[in-house]
C-alpha cells in the first residue's frame, strides 16, 4: 500500500460521505510507522531496491521485527565453532609470554641490551594486526558473508605459521608471525562475533561468555603444552604442532550458514559490488554514544597487552627461572574464563548501554592490578593479581559485542566492531616495546608496569558517559516523537473542520 492514497480527495463529491477520520488514522498510522522504524525495514533478497538505513543510536530490534532469531538449533554448533576460533586465535598469542623466552634464546643473548624491546615486537605486532585488519575484515564480512571470510582467513593463518616455523632469524618472523599469520586469524576472529547475532538475542550475552571462555580454556592448557613442546621439539616444530589448530579453525568457519537477510545492493549501476556508502559505513559514526565508545576502549588498552608480554620474564628476574611461571597465565585463564560465563550471563540482565558500566569496572580493577604487580614480593601474592585480572578481563571481553549492538545495532554492527577493533590495534601493538623499552633502560619491569595501569583507569572514566549521553538522546527522541503526534491530532482536527465547513457551505449533511 502506497503512503500517497492516505488524503481523501474533496474534490470528488461522492467521496466527502466517507469517513475523515480513516484516511488522517492511516496518515498517523504511517507516521507512526516511520517513527517506530526510522523508515527502515528488514529487507528480503527478492527486493530490488533496499530500504533506507537506520538512524544512528537506533535499537538492535527495531530492524529486525520480520525476523525471528532461534536461539539454539544449529546455532550451538555455531556456537562452538566460535569458542574454537576465539581459542586457537587468542590463546596462542596470550602464551607469547612463553614463545617470547624462546625466541630470546633462539635468536640472540637474553642480555642484549635492546634484544627485549625488538623481540616483544613479534608478538605485539601479531597481536596488533588482529585488530588493524579489522575495519577491513568487516567490509570483506558484509561483502562475502561470515563463512567465506572466517574460511578464507584461517587458511592465510595456517600459511603464516607455517611459514614461520621455517624462519632462522628475527627480522623475518615480523612479516609471518607478524603480519601474514595475524592477518589470517583477523579474518577468521571478525565473524565468529557476528555470526552469532545471527541464531541468538536474548541469549547473546551468555552466548558470547561461552564463545570467549573458548580463549581462556586454550590460555590455560597451551602454556604447559608450549613448554613441554619446546624443550622435546623446538620451537620449529612446535610452531608445526600450532598448524594443526588453525587447520581444524579452517573446518570450523563452513559452519557459520547465515541467517539475518542479507543486504540489498544497488544493482541499477550494473555493477556486482554494493555502492560505498554500504562499504564503509559511516552510520555508526553519527552516535555519539559509538563515538564515545569508539575512544574510551582503545586509550585504556595501552597497557593491557604488558603483563602477557612481558610477566614471564619478570617472574624469572624477580623469583629465579625455577620459578612455576606458567602458573600465572593458568590463573588469568581460569578465571578469566569463569568471568567471561558470569558476566555474560549477567550482561543478559543489564538494560541497554547500561552494560558498559561493566567495562569501567573491568578496567578500573585491571589499571590497579597492573600497578600491584611490582609490589607483589611473594609468588602467592602475584598469584592473586593475576586471579583478579584474569575475572576483570573476561568481563571486558565478554561483553564487546553485546553493546556494540545496543550502540547501532545488529544492521551495522559488524562494522562498528570492525572499526573499533582497528582503534584497539595502536595501543596494543605500542604498548609491551614501550614496556620493553624501559625495562632495557631502567633495568627492571617496575615502571613498565606502574605506567601500564594509567590508561585503563583514563579509558574507565572516559566509558561513564555513555549512558547520559544515550540516556539523553532517548530523552531527545521522546520529545520530538511526542511532538510529531500532537503535530498529526492537530491536522487531523483541521483537515475535520476543514470537511465540516466545506459540507455546511454546500449544505449538504454530514451523515
Request: glycine residues 12%; hydrophobic residues 45%; aromatic residues 10%.
Amino acid at each position: 500500500m502506497t503512503e500517497g492514497s492516505n488524503m481523501p480527495d474533496v474534490e470528488a463529491p461522492g467521496q466527502e460521505e466517507e469517513q475523515p477520520a480513516a484516511g488522517a488514522a492511516e496518515e498517523k498510522r504511517s507516521e507512526e510507522e516511520k517513527k517506530e522504524n526510522g523508515d527502515s525495514k528488514v529487507t528480503v533478497p527478492e527486493q530490488a531496491a533496499p530500504a533506507p538505513g537506520p538512524g544512528p543510536g537506533q535499537g538492535p530490534g527495531e530492524e529486525e521485527a520480520e525476523f525471528e532469531h532461534p536461539e539454539g538449533g544449529w546455532g550451538w554448533v555455531v556456537m562452538l565453532a566460535a569458542m574454537w576460533c576465539n581459542g586457537s586465535v587468542f590463546g596462542i598469542q596470550n602464551a607469547f609470554g612463553i614463545l617470547f623466552l624462546s625466541l630470546l634464546r633462539e635468536f640472540g643473548s637474553e642480555h642484549d641490551d635492546d634484544l627485549r624491546f625488538k623481540t616483544a615486537w613479534v608478538g605485539s605486532l601479531s597481536m596488533g594486526m588482529i585488530f588493524f585488519c579489522s575495519p577491513i575484515v568487516s567490509v570483506f564480512t558484509d561483502i562475502f558473508g561470515c563463512r567465506v571470510t572466517a574460511v578464507a582467513g584461517a587458511a592465510v593463518g595456517l600459511v603464516g605459521l607455517l611459514a614461520s616455523s621455517f624462519v632462522t632469524s628475527l627480522g623475518p618472523m615480523y612479516f609471518t608471525y607478524g603480519i601474514v599469520f595475524a592477518c589470517g586469524c583477523s579474518f577468521a576472529y571478525q565473524p565468529s562475533l557476528v555470526i552469532l547475532g545471527h541464531y541468538f538475542k536474548k541469549r547473546l550475552g551468555l552466548v558470547n561468555g561461552i564463545v570467549t571462555a573458548g580463549s581462556s580454556v586454550f590460555t590455560i592448557t597451551l602454556p604447559f603444552v608450549l613448554s613441554g613442546l619446546l624443550e622435546k621439539v623446538g620451537l620449529q616444530n612446535t610452531m608445526r604442532v600450532l598448524c594443526i589448530l588453525m587447520f581444524i579453525l579452517m573446518l570450523a568457519g563452513f559452519t557459520y550458514r547465515p541467517l539475518l537477510p542479507v543486504k540489498a545492493t544497488n544493482t541499477r549501476t550494473g555493477s556486482r559490488f554494493p555502492p560505498l556508502s554500504q562499504i564503509f559505513n559511516i552510520n555508526i559514526w553519527k552516535s555519539l554514544g559509538y563515538r564515545i565508545w569508539a575512544f574510551g576502549i582503545p586509550a585504556a588498552l595501552y597497557g593491557y597487552f604488558v603483563p602477557y608480554v612481558h610477566l614471564m620474564k619478570h617472574v624469572e628476574e624477580r623469583f629465579g627461572k625455577d620459578a612455576n611461571k606458567e602458573v600465572l597465565l593458568m590463573c588469568i585463564g581460569i578465571t578469566s574464563g569463569v568471568g567471561r560465563l558470569i558476566f555474560g550471563r549477567v550482561a543478559d540482565y543489564v538494560n541497554g548501554v547500561n552494560k558498559v558500566y561493566l567495562q569501567v569496572a573491568s578496567f578500573l580493577v585491571i589499571g590497579l592490578m597492573s600497578m600491584m604487580i611490582p609490589l607483589c614480593h611473594i609468588f602467592g601474592g602475584l598469584i592473586a593479581v593475576c586471579l583478579l585480572m584474569g575475572l576483570f578481563d573476561g568481563c571486558f571481553i565478554c561483553i564487546m559485542a553485546p553493546i556494540a549492538f545496543e550502540l547501532v545495532g545488529s544492521k551495522d554492527v559488524s562494522q562498528a566492531i570492525g572499526f573499533l577493533l582497528g582503534l584497539m590495534s595502536v595501543p596494543m601493538t605500542v604498548g609491551p616495546p614501550i614496556a620493553g623499552f624501559l625495562r632495557d633502560r631502567l633495568g627492571s619491569y617496575d615502571v613498565a608496569f606502574y605506567l601500564a595501569g594509567i590508561p585503563p583507569i583514563f579509558g574507565g572514566a572516559v566509558l561513564c558517559l555513555i549512558p547520559w549521553v544515550e540516556a539523553r538522546r532517548r530523552r531527545k527522541e521522546k520529545e520530538e516523537a511526542l511532538n510529531k503526534e500532537q503535530d498529526v491530532t492537530q491536522k487531523m482536527i483541521e483537515h475535520e473542520k476543514a470537511l465540516e465547513d466545506a459540507q455546511s457551505r454546500t449544505g449538504e449533511s454530514v451523515l
